[in-house]
């Protein structure tokens, strides 16, 4: 199993970001995905999930708004859209697979994690 992500950088702050997460070596729809963030010297937070269908989505307060969480079943791939980037947004964004239909807003039963990929926002 391989989940990668891609598509973060560095953009000034009020900007937008895509970000993918590509799943090879997992049946894709049967795994709601979620999208976690580790700052600096922080730990690994909750971003957002959706449920395996898309129908669902959930988010963490401090992104509500800003971001989207989306996925395409055909094309075994989930979606993070970055917008109005703060500063405070700059973190390692890691992409994970839950074999529950909704998944959870927390790391614990997350089966698999991609490597994560680099946002940097500047003031």
């Known amino acids: 199993v391989q989940l990668q992500a891609s598509g973060g950088g560095s953009v000034q702050a009020g900007g937008s970001l895509r970000l993918s997460c590509a799943a090879s070596?997992?049946?894709?729809?049967?795994?709601?995905m979620g999208w976690f963030r580790q700052a600096p010297g922080s730990g690994r937070h909750f971003v957002a999930r959706?449920?395996?269908?898309?129908?669902?989505?959930y988010y963490a307060d401090f992104v509500r708004g800003r971001f989207a969480i989306s996925r395409d079943n055909a094309k075994d791939t989930a979606y993070l859209e970055l917008n109005s980037l703060k500063p405070e947004d700059t973190a390692i964004y890691y992409c994970?697979?839950?074999?529950?239909?909704?998944?959870?807003?927390?790391?614990?039963?997350?089966?698999?994690w991609g490597q994560g990929t680099l946002v940097t926002v500047s003031s």
């Open positions: 959706i449920s395996r269908s898309g129908s669902t989505t």
């Open positions: 994970a697979a839950n074999p529950s239909i909704f998944g959870s807003s927390g790391p614990a039963g997350y089966d698999y």
């Open positions: 070596g997992l049946t894709f729809n049967r795994y709601a």
